[in-house]
């Protein structure tokens, strides 16, 4: 006889004591066939919580009897208990846990199915059936008899037992009269498959069929002269589901999946239509809506056409295929699970696991009740998923791929005129194809209701009371109240407005250690330090402008702008605080400028984008920090000059003798030459500006464009890309660079930052290659400043060189501006990817928003 | 930050011994790290010229204060000014000299006039040189000023703020330091320093005998008691010009709460939501208003928030008072708590709004949270005729200021689908030309009506 053991769950073995059951799990522990920690025996557990496995009161006198009696329950009570958790803690593991006591009492039973149901794995049950004269011949050759009486008590209760067993909704019942000749099959979990050469999950096609072989052709399948669709690399293809309803070709491509997957070149999972179509299908009396009633049209003429028996077969095969089809796939790589596929969605806990309540919520995600138009409202399930594992779903159609808490949806509604996605994996590759047209015509198109509601303004109740934002490069990153208000202030009183206020640039901290060499207070060597010991090999030295920082968000036209940000206009230019960087006039002669330029060298046709959002420094200082070099730099500059000036002229004609007076002149000569260095300092950034001709922009990150952005690219891109656009218009300025590699770069990097400083040039960046490096899964500084020693004297005193300063000042620490400038450079990369994605402003803003409330957090040394 | 005092004529040695500083020794001491140091230039029998000075740790200074999470608070002009904590650091080393107590030999020369120079600075100071020399001539000094240096290369500012200052005058050393002990503080632009109550008593004492007489002892004394002052604020002193166009606006103000009250009432809210409610005058009122069971007062800044809760506070010990539920919002957000309103209102409010912004905000207003009512007031740009105003606008914080027609213009773009019925209306002194000088449109919902 045959049993096949399910991947997981519960195999209950049932039959009276004698009646074999240690026995058959002996032998098939001993064969290898299941391992000793999958049986759970009740005998063991009265072991474990009672250290005796059997108590016989028999012959004992009434009153000690009565006590073994008693205590017997207990450790029966206790033992079942301890049980039950370990069976429960197994199955929440979607582990087998063969269940080894005599399971006569319909309770148990009912208790294990209950157990199971709750953490969705199958039970099945393995019934001993064996005569009662042979119970009781057994029972006499063991060790501790049960006795005859208890014995012929189970039997009775067995065979009454036995008839409604098959009602009780095992998946599977076995009866085995004769442990001899007995085979234990295993089960694999019928949700995973392999990685193999790479799959492509592709989202909801909704009878799309061209857009769909158009979207294999574009993977590199090949159509075979069997009319499959066959990649060359051996890859495989795997449909998110709802491959029907609403489109033109709903037919085809049921027909495609079931010939593919039948071929074993595709997977396909279950969905919300398919479901809806497979009961169809199966008669059952279903309201065809929502684009369903098109796939009865579709088969009623294929009928017409083909005549009923072919009809017929059709149906049958295509029903077949939806009511196989999983809820979900886990893909595996070394038989470890790295992608989670599902439709509408799906919980941590439901992962590699199948039930009615898991298929119900992968075919409609998780729901809360229906809106007034009798549509459901969808409750976003991806807020809990916590697992390393990412998950690919569709479903809820979106304009662009949603990436949200390691979950990625790919509806891009092809049939509402949108894209067909592919999400080729492990390359995590999109690739898509645009519908030929809206085929769906429904009047409440998903994507356009998206677009339409993009630019609503946030609700205010998200963010008043403090928050979180989920950043994909370091999780969770919390905004408390107190510093979001001011945040809120700000936005609504004196930046530009919320829809063109995509991103502000995070802080930059500097070297960690301050530097090693004497009469430093900032070296190279240091950011060199810090990046090596981080295992990054290449690094980047960019020159520091010093000017004001700058977002520059520049669009082909005015229609552009309209379209991405409500706003008619050609761009903005803003401060890292949010403030618009020039006045209205001078901000609009400039954008049209920049537009001009950007467009008669074919900008934005060459890079396909309606936009180009830039992080730069403008020049000069004085353009945006006039008042504040004036007040505070030339004024501080003038009273040490006069005060020192004056000393020397007094101390220098003091009468003979006095050493003393010496000395303090001395001193005073010193310092009258920090006071001037100091006044030079800063004059070095500025110059006069007579109109708009005398500004420079030095751009040093492209961000992003409509489609994409660039935080993937490495810095030499970055520079090459700003090279570029140097050439293109006059307002742009190169920034110079050197790349760092071993001792000989780093040698020649430390030469030019001490000759540029030298100058009084403000100092260079040091960043990794890459936008965003890790080590390990630590995320790194994305730049570290080396600001040069003569410009260190507007940030840290005129006098900060000498050596009673410099010992002290070098104790700062820079632990919190380090921390805040990695959750700053998280929620910026986040703030503008999802902007890309075109995603709700509200969810833009509360990255933006939060990098305005870490900056206005006070805890921070502003000379870091 | 230093002082030279310098006398010629006669006897002029004997001011070693007032300033008990001996001529053979330089003096140098150190305060809280910082070093107070003293030594003779000149010391000849007609000729005598000492110079004391702070040569301040840098460091130490920074330290010590509060606000270090601006740049400011780290370069700035404390460590060489003139100023309060000038004074405090020489005070012990001029003592002496300052108590009129030398050794009891050279006590008869302390009301001794010499022919005195006294050179100090740098003097930060926003008075003007004519303001300086109005506290220095009615003390018989003659006063000559001289300016830093701005040889900047580029264009940065006309004029120095660092001055330094000498003052020539036939006065006793006791009184010109004492005189100087008072005057530097009070011309001293302060920022950072606290003051203690013993100082100012110091303070006073110093000014037996002169200040009583000075002519500008009123504001001598304010600048003075200004640190003990600081938290009432309230020391700016308003010309008159000012005060009159003050009172014209206090009463405008109260015309305009009027008209808005009886424009309110004539609906009969129940809800009001007074949007932009500052320190709470409108919002007081409308807690008055019989019928009004809930008033939510809109604002995002902290200090106006608490003087409005103070007045609410207030009014609420007068029955039949409603109180005003203080909230924290903003027009550029979605906030649920404004849905389903009787009555909204924007008080002069739009104008501190950037005009583009506008629309957008109101868009929210008038079509997500749907008042029955929206009462939106805003200056009349033509009334500003009547007040003389030219090009001004009414406040320095005004993004603009519309004319009637501008207005009207306005309320109907942001009524485009016809959803409210709009009422023109104002507050104030109707002008038979300008109009009233505060204009206001009142949108009523249509479905409302039927």
Not at chain 1, 365 to 383: A, L, N, Q, S
Not at chain 1, 469 to 498: C, F
Not at chain 2, 247 to 253: A, S, T
């Amino acid at each position: 006889m045959n049993i096949s053991l399910p991947h997981a769950g519960i195999v209950l073995l049932i039959g009276p004591s004698n009646s074999g059951k240690s026995t058959l799990l002996k032998t098939q522990i001993d064969g290898g066939d299941i391992k000793q920690s999958e049986v759970i025996s009740s005998d063991a557990f009265r072991v474990f919580v009672s250290d005796q496995e059997f108590m016989d009161w028999r012959g004992m006198p009434k009153d000690e009897a009565g006590y073994a009696k008693d205590e017997y329950r207990a450790i029966s009570k206790e033992a079942f208990a301890m049980m039950d958790a370990f069976i429960e803690a197994r199955c929440r593991l979607n582990k087998l846990s063969i269940i080894d006591a005599t399971n006569l009492q319909p309770d148990d039973r009912k208790r294990y199915l209950h157990i199971a149901k709750k953490h969705h794995v199958p039970v099945i049950a393995v019934i001993l059936d064996v005569s009662e004269a042979e119970l009781l011949k057994r029972d006499a050759g063991r060790e501790h008899p049960r006795g005859k009486r208890r014995i012929k008590q189970q039997y009775q209760t067995f065979k009454r037992e036995k008839r409604f067993i098959k009602k009780e909704g095992y998946k599977a019942v076995y009866t085995v009269d004769s442990t001899e000749d007995l085979h234990i099959r295993r089960q694999t979990n019928p949700l995973e498959i392999d990685l193999g050469n790479g799959i492509d999950v592709i989202g909801d096609i909704h009878g799309c069929f061209d857009e769909m072989t158009a979207l294999l052709e574009k993977l590199g399948y090949l159509k075979n002269e069997r009319d499959l669709y066959v990649h060359p690399e051996g890859r495989m293809f795997l449909s998110l589901g709802d491959i029907m309803s609403r489109g033109p070709k709903s037919l085809e491509a049921m027909l495609f999946f079931h010939k593919h997957v039948q071929a074993n070149l595709a997977y396909m999972i279950d969905s919300n239509h398919g479901w809806k179509i497979a009961r169809w299908l199966e008669g059952r009396k279903v309201t065809l809506n929502h684009g369903d009633e098109r796939v009865k049209e579709e088969l009623d003429r294929f009928e017409e056409r083909a005549g009923k028996e072919k009809a017929e077969e059709t149906k049958q095969a295509l029903k077949k295929l939806l009511l196989k089809a999983p809820s979900h796939y886990v893909v595996t790589k070394n038989s470890l699970p790295v992608l989670i596929c599902t439709h509408a969605g799906i919980k941590d806990v439901f992962i590699g696991k199948q039930s009615p309540a898991v298929q119900d919520f992968c075919r409609y995600g998780d729901t809360d009740g229906f809106d007034e138009k009798g549509k459901p409202v969808r409750k976003d399930w991806f807020i809990g998923h916590e697992r390393q594992t990412l998950i690919i779903w569709g479903h809820d159609p979106k304009p662009r791929p949603l990436v949200i808490n390691n979950t990625i949806n790919i509806d891009q509604g092809v049939v509402f005129g949108g894209e067909l996605t592919a999400f080729r994996y492990p390359e995590k590759e999109y690739v898509s194809v645009r519908a030929a047209k809206d085929y769906a015509k429904e009047s409440d198109n998903p994507l356009l209701e998206w677009e339409k509601n993009r630019l609503n303004p946030p609700n205010i109740a998200k963010f008043i009371h403090g928050y979180n934002v989920l950043t994909k490069e370091l999780g969770e990153v919390h905004v408390s109240a107190d510093i979001v208000k001011p945040a809120i202030d700000a936005v609504s009183h004196v930046t530009v407005p919320i829809e063109q206020l995509v991103y502000i640039p995070p802080t930059m901290s500097p070297t960690p250690e301050t530097a090693s060499a004497e009469r430093f207070m900032e070296h190279p060597a240091e950011a060199f330090h810090y990046y090596r010991s981080n295992g990054i090999q290449t690094m980047i030295a960019e020159k520091k402008h010093m000017g004001s920082r700058a977002i520059l968000f520049l669009f082909k036209n005015r229609e552009a702008s309209k379209k991405y940000t409500g706003i008619d206009s050609l761009g903005v230019i803003y401060t890292r605080t949010g403030r618009r960087f020039f006045n209205r006039n001078q901000e609009e002669e400039l954008l049209a400028q920049l537009c001009h330029d950007l467009t008669k060298s074919g900008y934005f046709e060459k890079y396909e984008t309606d936009f180009v959002l830039l992080d730069a420094e403008i020049m000069p200082w004085n353009v945006k920090a006039k008042e504040l070099i004036s007040s505070q730099y030339a004024h501080v500059a003038e009273n040490a000059v006069l005060d020192r000036t004056r000393l020397v002229e007094k101390l220098k004609v003091s009468h003979d003798g006095q050493e003393k007076v010496k000395e303090w002149l001395e001193e005073y000569k010193q310092k009258l030459k920090n006071a001037d260095t100091f006044k030079q300092a800063f004059q070095y950034y500025c110059w006069d500006v007579e109109s708009m001709e005398d500004i420079q922009i030095a751009p040093f990150h492209i961000l992003a464009h409509s489609g994409q952005t660039f935080f993937d690219q490495p810095h030499t891109w970055h520079m090459e890309m700003n090279c570029k656009l140097a050439g293109m218009s006059r307002f742009f300025v190169e920034t110079e660079y050197k790349t760092i590699t071993d001792e000989a770069s780093e040698k020649e990097v430390i030469d030019w930052w001490e000759e540029i400083t030298k100058d009084g040039h403000e100092g260079i960046v040091i960043k990794p290659e890459f936008f965003i490096a890790h080590n390990k899964e630590k995320l790194l500084q994305p730049s570290l400043k080396v600001r040069g020693k003569k410009y260190l004297h507007i940030i840290y005193g005129m006098d900060y060189l000498l050596s009673q300063n410099l010992e002290r000042l070098k104790k700062r620490n820079t632990g919190k501006k380090q921390k805040t400038a990695l959750k700053e450079f998280a929620l910026g990369i986040e703030g503008v990817q999802r902007y890309v994605s075109r995603e709700s402003l509200e969810r833009t803003h509360e990255c933006v928003l939060a990098v305005l409330a870490l900056e206005s957090d006070p805890i921070i040394d502003p000379r870091l | 930050m230093q002082l030279t005092i310098r006398a010629v004529g006669t006897n002029v040695q004997v001011l070693s011994h007032l300033l008990a500083k001996n001529p053979e020794n330089v003096y140098e001491r150190k305060q809280k790290g910082h070093l107070v140091r003293f030594f003779y230039r000149v010391f000849k029998e007609n000729e005598v010229e000492a110079t004391i000075f702070v040569t301040p740790d840098p460091i130490e200074l920074s330290n010590s204060r509060t606000n270090s999470y601006d740049i400011t608070h780290y370069i700035n002009d404390r460590e060489f000014a003139v100023s309060s904590i000038f004074c405090s650091f020489i005070r012990n080393a001029l003592g002496t000299a300052l108590n009129g107590q030398p050794k009891e030999e050279y006590a008869e020369w302390v009301p001794h006039p010499f022919d005195l120079y006294v050179e100090f600075g740098p003097v930060v100071s926003s008075l003007s040189d004519k303001q300086i020399q109005e506290l220095f001539e009615p003390l018989g000094f003659s006063v000559d000023i001289t300016y830093g240096e701005t040889d900047y290369t580029a264009n940065l500012k006309d004029r120095s703020t660092a001055r330094f200052l000498s003052l020539r005058g036939m006065k006793t050393l006791q009184d010109t330091l004492r005189q100087l002990f008072i005057l530097i503080p009070v011309m001293d632009n302060y920022k950072h320093y606290y003051i203690d109550e013993k100082e100012i008593e110091k303070l006073q004492r110093y000014g037996e005998g002169w200040l009583e007489e000075h002519p500008k002892r009123e504001y001598i004394y304010r600048q003075s008691l200004r640190f003990k002052e600081l938290y009432n604020a309230m020391e700016k002193t308003e010309p008159a010009q000012e005060a009159v166009k003050q009172e014209k606006k206090v009463r405008l103000n109260d015309l305009r709460y009027e008209k808005i009250i009886s424009l309110v009432e004539q609906q009969e809210p129940k809800t009001v939501v007074d949007f932009g409610s500052g320190e709470g005058k409108l919002t007081v009122r409308l807690g008055f208003l019989p019928g009004v069971q809930e008033i939510l007062a809109v604002e995002p800044s902290e200090s106006a928030s608490l003087q409005a809760i103070r007045r609410f506070e207030k009014a609420n010990e007068k029955s039949g008072f409603v109180q005003p539920t203080p909230m924290w919002g903003s027009l550029f957000y979605y906030d649920e708590r404004m849905k389903g309103r009787d009555v909204i209102i924007l008080c002069e409010v739009i104008e501190h709004i950037d005009e583009h912004r506008l629309p957008k905000a109101v868009e929210t207003i008038l079509h997500e949270y749907q008042p029955k009512t929206f009462i939106v007031t805003t200056p009349n740009r033509e009334y500003n005729e009547v007040y003389n105003m030219n090009e001004a606008l009414r406040h320095t914080d005004h993004r603009f200021e519309w004319t009637r027609t501008e207005f009207e213009r306005w309320c109907q773009e942001r009524n485009k689908d016809q959803a409210y019925k709009l009422q023109f209306d104002g507050a104030g002194e109707e002008h038979e030309q300008y109009g009233f000088p505060t204009q206001i449109c009142v949108f009523t919902r249509k479905e409302e009506e039927r």
